[in-house]
């Protein structure tokens, strides 16, 4: 863990970090995850870098950024040549293992096996917070306490970062789902379920998305403001300026 960073508790012991068991921890992780990026057609890795261009402008030399679910390190790789801090955590620890091979090795990445809504860091520790590539709906995780810790994370001043697909991605993404189940990464797709944003496999797998409302509807909740922005007719943040 990063020193400075860590959360205090009470006791002699640390908390537990425990990887909770999900379908992208279990199956879709190091390896097998970074193929669902290099078979990805090219509109796709357009709208991937589009994601990362957005959150990059976002970024400076005085940054202090953590990333929620880095995978194997794509975002990862880019950022750490731009901030003064990155931190990746993640629930798989293959995909950890795979980032220390991925990206160039640089005294301002860490990375920690953690579950996002429950991190070992102090309150206002980061500049930015950013959990991007639908990570809101992939986690499966409680949506309004993956916020609220995100915001906690994050100094009054600083920025949380959550994308979903726009509506208009709806015929790349599928496109790009149906190539990861040709070659066996998900399951195969259910096409009578499939729609309206949600694309399920017949292996039990479900992607859904988030919309604009559905982000301001979370936000609210937590008394946050969110600015929401589509980038590139492809992806949909949902920008908060933590008070």
């Given at each position: 863990m990063v020193r400075g960073l860590a959360r205090r508790h009470r006791g002699s012991h640390p908390p537990q970090l425990v990887a909770m068991p999900s379908y992208y921890t279990d199956r879709l992780s190091a390896e097998r995850l970074r193929a669902c990026y290099d078979l990805a057609p090219p509109g796709t890795k357009a709208y991937l870098q589009a994601e990362i261009d957005f959150v990059l402008q976002k970024t400076s030399s005085s940054t202090a950024v953590i990333e929620l679910g880095c995978g194997y390190g794509g975002v990862l790789r880019q950022l750490v040549s731009r901030a003064r801090t990155v931190v990746g955590i993640d629930t798989s620890l293959r995909s950890l293992r795979m980032v220390a091979e991925f990206v160039s090795r640089s005294e301002s990445l860490h990375l920690a096996a953690m579950d996002a809504t429950h991190m070992g860091f102090r309150d206002r520790a980061f500049d930015l917070t950013i959990c991007i590539q639908n990570g809101i709906s992939?986690?499966?995780?409680d949506q309004r306490e993956l916020l609220a810790e995100a915001a906690r994370v994050t100094?009054?001043?600083?920025?949380?970062?959550f994308s979903s697909y726009s509506e208009r991605f709806w015929a790349e993404r599928?496109?790009?789902?149906?190539?990861?189940?040709?070659?066996?990464?998900?399951?195969e797709i259910d096409d009578r379920a499939t729609g309206n944003g949600v694309i399920v496999c017949k292996?039990?797998?479900?992607a859904t998305t988030m919309d604009a409302e559905a982000f301001r509807s979370l936000a609210a909740v937590l008394g946050l403001a969110p600015n929401i922005i589509e980038v590139d007719g492809s992806s949909l943040f949902c920008e908060i300026a933590v008070p």
């Open positions: 992939a986690f499966g995780t100094r009054p001043g600083g920025l949380v970062l599928l496109k790009w789902f149906e190539i990861q189940a040709e070659h066996g990464l998900i399951g292996d039990g797998f479900r």
